[in-house]
């Protein structure tokens, strides 16, 4: 039986470490806010439940997938939470141009919306690994 130890997943490369950190954070996102519901509404469980995916994903970003960066924390917060708002605009914007440009004039109205969304999640992903590469985590 195979067994993936911390030292195994370190030695990926930084992009799959950075899918599977993200992966990870977005699941937890994702299933805490059926907790959060339970207890407040619909709205404020969807941005608390984001709030905490966002949480573990800057500790999991900073430790596992770009150690050593030689920004001070305060510095990699600011640029995780600028970073994340622009791979939101940039996941907003192509899903937006994939279902109305793309999607639905080749007449896939049935499946336009769930796949444009995908598009833009995948494109948003490409800008948040670009971006906290090269500004949240960056080294010296």
């Known amino acids: 039986m195979m067994r993936l130890y911390l030292q195994d997943l370190i030695r ?7 899918l599977l950190a993200g992966g ?3 699941g937890v996102s994702w299933a805490s806010r059926f907790l959060f519901n339970s207890v407040m509404p619909f709205a404020l469980a969807v ?7 966002m949480v573990i994903g800057f500790l999991i970003y900073r430790s596992f997938v770009f150690p ?12 995780f ?6 791979g939101g605009l940039v996941t907003v914007a ?3 141009v994939a279902r109305d440009g793309l999607l639905m004039p080749l007449g896939l109205t049935e499946i336009a919306a769930p796949a444009a969304h995908a598009i833009g999640i995948m494109a948003g992903a490409v800008a948040n690994y670009i971006g906290h590469k090269t500004v949240t985590f960056r080294t010296a």
Request: hydrophobic share 55%.
């Open 47 to 53: 941005a608390t439940a984001t709030a905490l995916g």
């Open 12 to 18: 990926l490369d930084q992009r799959v470490r950075f």
């Open 24 to 26: 990870f954070a977005s």
């Open 81 to 86: 939470l600028l970073v994340n708002l622009i």
């Open 68 to 79: 050593g960066s030689s920004r001070s924390l305060a510095a990699q917060l600011g640029g």
């Open 94 to 96: 192509v899903a937006i």
